[in-house]
């Protein structure tokens, strides 16, 4: 018996160091357990901020700050929206309720590096202990990054600014509270940890991830989206679709390199993942029912409603999987706009809508990243209502592809690139823009080179 106890023992030490030390494998026995083994990830996170959703439940704002003991609150917004219901709404809650605040209204659509380092210093001045959103992504940006800034006095703008254009270090002090009020239906911010500006010294998109700058919690008012005009409805349900669609797409998790040290390193953008999927596709389920009537009718409550809800399912499932190509392509898009103004949007400035400028290239790169993962495209065209039955998944790119283009030309999309001021000569440009995307474009599920970017955006300069 003792010689089959030590035999016992002798192997029981043996699979101690021969087992696998990655913490996707490792048990209690091992000690120091590090990611040095593993090139890729082995794991997942799931955050989003808390959702509140009802007909009028702006109301409860000044509920929640006077709760939470707020005597100075920030409400930022901007220049459109400070006259409309959505504003007046929370500055009503918060009157009634008795809490303290100051108007921040020069927030500009589309925001840059120096609107935003006006926001954080309007912030800095006030010393808030509370912030409050009011607006569509723009805003709740630019609010994200006001509040990272104050409660970070000393940093400088690059620090937390993604790499390579900025330092990207991690967030690792508290933040204020902040609640997000979304007004438009596209955008998820009120649902992640994501501030997006164009770097105008480089005439590149790019932003700050982390989980740190999520609001605490997102006020969904249905209401507040009866206010948008048709192509504002149209241009936010793009993004809305395309964040589905990416996200649904993207690399998954665990062949996302590299396998980080220290889970602070693990990025927002994850990868695809069986919970973001969930919510992905059930965001193109709604997209595909409800975007054409939100937009045919702004007073079709049930649309409206709906692509509201839509938006912070995507920015769920997105938050947490990430995008890809269309997203990281769409950055220069936008940033080296000519001339353009898009309709419904009161602006002085040029103007390619956000969600405008990432689905014009969603044809060509569902078309392009198809071999990586047939039958996710697949199932993405069955949703939009292609009839897939029969199809071959080698050809489940066109079939996508085509199932977006007749979806785009219903919405009366604008005919590609060349009908918001490119041309062919403008593609290296907008390749260099895209190039420096690494945070979303590294999720692509197929590798990709700057010849296969630059065929895609001449692919994009004509839909139909």
């Known amino acids: 018996m003792a010689a089959s106890r030590d035999r016992v023992v002798r192997l029981l030490v043996q699979l101690e160091h021969a087992a696998c030390r990655c913490p996707a494998h490792s048990n209690t026995l091992h ?3 590090t990611c040095s083994e593993r090139k890729t990830d082995y794991a997942f996170e799931m955050a989003s901020s808390n959702i509140r959703y009802g007909e009028g439940v702006s109301r409860e704002i000044g509920m929640d700050l006077q709760n939470s003991g707020a005597r100075n609150v920030c409400v930022m917004t901007d220049k459109n929206l400070c006259r409309l219901p959505p504003v007046k709404a929370v500055v009503e809650s918060l009157a009634n309720c008795g809490v303290p605040f100051k108007m921040y209204d020069s927030v500009r659509v589309e925001p840059t ?3 935003f380092k006006d926001a954080i210093a309007f912030a800095k001045r006030g010393a808030f202990d509370a912030f409050v959103a009011v607006g569509g992504g723009s805003v709740i940006d630019t609010c994200k990054a006001a509040n990272l800034y104050s409660c970070h006095p000393d940093a400088r703008f690059l620090d937390f600014v993604n790499a390579p254009i900025g330092r990207g270090k991690p967030v690792t002090g508290a933040l204020k ?10 955008t998820g911010s009120e649902t992640t940890g994501v501030a997006i500006f164009d770097y105008e010294p480089l005439r590149a ?5 982390s989980r740190a700058l999520r609001p605490t919690l997102g006020v969904v008012d249905p209401r507040h989206t009866l206010s948008m005009p048709a192509r504002v409805a149209a241009n936010s349900g793009f993004d809305v679709l395309c964040h589905a669609l990416e996200s649904y797409t993207a690399l998954p998790y665990h062949q996302r390199a590299p396998c980080p040290p220290d889970p602070v390193s693990r990025p927002a953008y994850q990868g695809s993942n069986p919970i973001s999927d969930v919510w992905a596709r ?5 997209v595909a029912k409800y975007l054409k009537r939100a937009v045919g009718d702004p007073e079709d409550a049930e649309a409206r409603s709906a692509m509201h809800l839509a938006s912070v399912f995507a920015g769920i499932g997105f938050g947490n999987a990430g ?7 769409s950055y220069p898009i936008a940033g080296h706009v000519k001339t353009h103004k898009a309709d419904g949007y009161n602006v002085e400035h040029p103007l390619v809508p956000h969600g405008l400028s990432v689905v014009l290239t969603a044809p060509a790169v569902f078309g392009f990243t198809a071999p990586a993962c047939p039958e996710r495209h697949l199932d993405a065209a069955q949703i939009l209502g292609a009839d897939v039955s029969r199809v071959k998944p080698s050809d489940a790119g066109a079939v996508l592809a085509d199932a977006l283009r007749r979806f785009l030309f219903e919405m009366r999309v604008e005919d590609g690139l060349a009908a918001v001021g490119y041309r062919k000569e403008d593609v290296p440009a907008l390749v260099r823009g895209t190039v420096p995307q690494e945070r979303v474009t590294k999720l692509s599920p197929r590798e990709h080179s700057e010849e296969d970017l630059t065929r895609l955006f001449e692919a994009s300069m004509k839909l139909y």
Request: charged share 10%; aromatic share 0%; hydrophobic share 45%.
């Open 113 to 115: 590096d120096g609107s």
């Open 323 to 329: 995008v890809h190509l269309c997203h990281g392509m």
């Open 282 to 286: 059930h965001a193109l389920r709604v």
């Open 31 to 33: 000690q120091a357990v």
């Open 205 to 209: 998109k790019t932003g700050i991830a």
């Open 177 to 186: 509270p902040l609640i997000a009020v979304p007004t438009t239906a596209g």
